[in-house]
C-alpha cells in the first residue's frame, strides 16, 4: 500500500488524451466467469464419459481385469487382474508382467476416472493468459506521477505450486508478472506483478477436474517514475476452472479470475480487474498401485481347490477337503465313530448305554437286563435284590430295647441282647446302613419328649459302635410323642408308642440319562 500524501492531480483538461477502449465492458463480462462456466460444464462432460451401466449388452466389453478402486476414497487406484486357475507359478509371472506395464499407466481404468486427484498430491506449473485492468487502477504512485490508464489487453505469465492434503480441498500459491501498456499515444511498456495465495476446491471423482478458489495477496508496478512510478497494493481474487490430468504426471489447466484492488486516489473503495488464463502442471505425489498376487487356487495343498474346498485354509479329506471331523467330540473321528452324534467311549465310539435303565451304566450293571431294585441291599451292583431274611428281621420296632425310666440308660438284660443280634447282622452284610428312630408316648412336653427320644436313639447307636459298627453307617433321630403307633389313652397304648425302630437307608436311585439319537 503506497503512502498518500493527496498531491494534487491535474484537471482532466490537462491530462494526456486517452484513447477510448470500448471493448472493456464487453471483455469483462465474457472473461471474468469463464472459469465458472467450464466449472459447470465439467460434470457433464464427466457424466457423459463414463461406462455404460451394468446389463447393456452392447455396452459391456470382454471381462478384463477388474477395475480399479476409486482414487477418491483411499488415495490410490488398486489393481486386480485375474490370475484365474491352474499353475501358480505360470500365473504369478504372467501377473507380474503386466502389473509392471500398468502400475503406472492404469490402463486397467477408464480415463475419465483413471487420475482423479488425490490425498497429499503436489503440483507445479507454469501459466500464462491475458489481464484485462480497470481504467481506474490504482497502479502508480501520485508522488511521481499521475494515474494512466492501461490497455484493457495485456499479457499475465508466472509460476504456482500447490499441495491438497484432500481429494478435494487445497492450498496454492502464485508469482507472475503482467507486462501491460499506458494508454497513450507513445504506449509505454511497464511491468505490473503479483504474489498471492488462495484455497482451492475441486471435485475429485474424474481426471477432469472443475474447481473454485478464493485468496488474496498483492499486486503493484515496477516502472520509471515518468510513467507510473513503484506502487504495491493489497488485492483478493476469486474464480474458477477446468483441470485436465491428462496422466501420472502432466495436467492442463484454464480458469477465469476476478480481482478487486483499491481504486484509483481512493484507497477505501475497490476497482474490479479479469484474468483468464492457462497452465501447464507437473503431478506429484500419486501413489503407486500394490501389486495383487494371484491367490494360490488351492491355498491349503490338500488336493481340493478353493472354490469346491469347504475347509479352504485347513487340509482335509473327501468328500468335502475339511479335516476328519468329531461332531460329538469324543476323540474319535466320524468316520470311525459308530455313534458320531454322542460322546462316546471304546471300542466303537458310542456312549455306554444303561438298557435296564436303572441309572446304572452297563459297564458296571451285573444285571444289564433286569433293573436294580433299590432297597438299601446292594444297590449299586445293578441287579433286583432282596433285602435278606436276617436283616429284614431288624427292620421296623425292634421289640426288647428298653431304657431306664425318664432317662436314656439302656437297660441290662434283654435290651442289650436284642442289640449284640443286631451287631452280628450288620456285621455280616457290611453294605446295610440304618437310622435308628427313637419314639415315646405323650407324658409330658413335646420339647421333653422329643429331647429324650433324641437321646436314646444316640444310646442306641453309640451301643452299636461300641460293639465295631462304623458310625457312619448309623444315623439318628429322635421322634418325640410325634409319631405314636396307637392311642395314648392307656397304658398299654403308651407302652407301645415308647420304642425304637430301625429302618434301612436306601441310597437315591441314579437318574436315567435322557437317551439321544445318531443325527440329533
Known amino acids: 500500500m503506497k503512502p498518500r500524501s493527496f498531491a494534487p492531480h491535474l484537471p482532466d483538461s490537462e491530462r494526456p488524451p486517452m484513447i477510448p477502449s470500448p471493448a472493456r465492458p464487453l471483455a469483462l463480462s ?71 506395464s500398468t502400475d503406472k499407466k492404469r490402463l486397467d481404468v477408464p480415463w475419465l476416472e483413471r487420475w482423479a486427484p488425490e490425498r497429499n498430491m503436489a503440483e507445479i506449473g507454469v501459466y500464462g493468459g491475458l489481464f484485462f485492468p480497470s481504467d481506474d487502477h490504482d497502479f502508480y504512485h501520485p508522488d511521481t506521477a499521475p494515474q494512466k490508464p492501461l490497455w484493457q489487453l495485456n499479457g499475465a505469465v508466472g509460476l504456482r505450486a500447490s499441495f491438497q492434503p484432500l481429494t478435494f480441498l487445497g492450498v496454492e500459491a502464485e508469482g507472475g508478472v503482467l507486462p501491460s501498456k499506458i494508454r497513450s499515444s507513445t504506449n509505454d511498456t511497464v511491468i505490473l506483478w503479483k504474489v498471492r495465495g488462495h484455497l482451492i476446491a475441486q471435485l475429485p471423482y ?47 489447466r484454464v480458469e477465469g479470475r476476478h480481482i478487486l484492488s483499491a481504486k484509483s486516489a481512493n484507497q477505501r473503495d475497490f476497482t474490479s480487474h479479469a484474468e483468464l488464463l492457462a497452465g501447464l502442471s507437473f503431478t506429484l505425489g500419486r501413489q503407486k498401485p500394490k501389486p495383487i498376487v494371484p491367490e494360490d487356487p488351492d491355498r491349503d495343498k490338500d488336493g481340493f481347490e478353493n472354490a469346491v474346498d469347504s475347509c479352504p485354509d485347513t487340509p482335509g479329506v473327501s468328500p468335502d477337503g475339511c479335516p476328519p471331523r468329531d461332531t460329538d467330540e469324543d476323540g474319535w473321528i466320524d468316520t470311525e465313530d459308530e455313534c458320531p452324534y454322542e460322546a462316546g467311549v471304546e471300542p466303537d465310539g458310542c456312549p455306554i448305554r444303561d438298557t435296564d435303565g436303572d441309572g446304572i451304566l452297563d459297564d458296571t450293571d451285573a444285571c444289564i437286563d433286569e433293573p436294580e431294585k433299590v432297597n438299601g441291599y446292594k444297590d449299586e451292583d445293578g441287579c433286583p435284590d432282596e433285602v435278606p431274611i436276617a436283616v429284614r428281621e431288624f427292620t421296623g420296632v425292634i421289640e ?67 460293639g465295631g459298627i462304623a458310625e457312619d453307617r448309623i444315623e439318628t433321630f429322635g421322634a418325640g410323642q410325634s409319631d405314636p403307633l396307637t392311642t395314648n389313652e392307656t397304658e398299654e397304648g403308651r407302652a407301645k408308642n415308647r ?22
Open 30 to 100: 465474457l472473461l471474468v466467469p469463464a472459469g465458472l462456466v467450464c466449472s459447470a460444464l465439467a460434470p457433464a462432460l464427466a457424466l457423459a464419459g463414463e461406462p455404460a451401466p451394468a446389463g447393456d449388452p452392447a455396452a459391456e466389453p470382454a471381462p478384463a481385469p477388474a477395475p480399479a478402486e476409486d482414487a477418491s476414497a483411499g488415495g490410490s487406484a488398486e489393481l486386480s487382474l485375474d490370475g484365474g486357475r491352474g499353475d501358480a507359478k505360470a500365473s504369478a509371472t504372467k501377473t507380474n508382467a503386466a502389473l509392471e
Open 206 to 252: 474424474w481426471s477432469v477436474s472443475p474447481f473454485v478458489l478464493i485468496g488474496g495477496g498483492a499486486m503493484g508496478v515496477n516502472s520509471p517514475n515518468i510513467l507510473l512510478g513503484d506502487d504495491i497494493d493489497p488485492a483478493m481474487h476469486w474464480g474458477g476452472g477446468l483441470k485436465v490430468y491428462v496422466n501420472r504426471w502432466i495436467a492442463l
Open 400 to 466: 426288647g430295647i428298653e431304657f431306664e425310666y425318664n432317662s436314656a440308660t439302656i437297660r441290662e438284660g434283654k435290651s442289650k441282647e436284642v442289640l449284640d443280634a443286631a451287631i452280628k447282622v450288620l456285621e455280616e452284610y457290611p453294605e446295610i446302613r440304618i437310622k435308628v428312630v427313637g419314639h415315646t408316648d405323650n407324658q409330658g412336653t413335646p420339647e421333653y419328649n422329643k429331647k429324650l427320644s433324641t437321646d436314646r436313639a444316640d444310646a442306641v447307636k453309640q451301643y452299636l459302635a461300641e
Open 499 to 520: 420304642r425304637t425302630e430301625f429302618e434301612i437307608i436306601k441310597k437315591a436311585k441314579p437318574e436315567r440319562a435322557k437317551p439321544t439319537t445318531e443325527g440329533e
